[in-house]
Nanobody, 126 residues
Framework: QVQLVESGGGLAQPGGSLRLSCTPS????????IGWFRQAPGKEREAVSC????????YYLDSVKGRFTISRDNAKNTVYLQMNSLKPEDTAVYYC???????????????????WGQGTQVTVSS
């Protein structure tokens, strides 16, 4: 059974940092593009960042560029989202998603994702 498990969410102050982790069970990440998505209350789910399966190319939502960094450690079978300089508008449930091959990287949008985690809450508040 394919599953993705997110961890690392929580409460952070504005300007603070959090690191999210995404670990799969039932498959290895080597051949998968991984994406991080988020959904705030009353809003649609949006893509935050995607990392390709072959050369590690990355995509970022404009509003997180320079603050968030996606990375993958295939040896640990884990993808990370380092979030710095957090803002209240970053508050959302964050999901990781995976798709075999490059389709999710070519089009980093929710409907291009095949597998989803359960999500982890990130709250940015003073």
């Amino acid at each position: 059974q394919v599953q993705l498990v997110e961890s690392g969410g929580g409460l952070a102050q504005p300007g603070g940092s959090l690191r999210l982790s995404c670990t799969p069970s039932g498959f290895t990440l080597d051949y998968y593009t991984i994406g991080w998505f988020r959904q705030a209350p009353g809003k649609e789910r949006e893509a935050v960042s995607c990392i390709s399966n072959n050369d590690g190319s990355t995509y970022y939502l404009d509003s997180v560029k320079g603050r968030f960094t996606i990375s993958r450690d295939n040896a640990k079978n884990t993808v990370y989202l380092q979030m710095n300089s957090l803002k209240p508008e970053d508050t959302a449930v964050y999901y990781c998603a995976a798709t075999p091959g490059s389709r999710l990287f070519k089009l980093c949008i929710p409907r291009a994702a095949d597998y989803w985690g359960q999500g982890t809450q990130v709250t940015v508040s003073s």
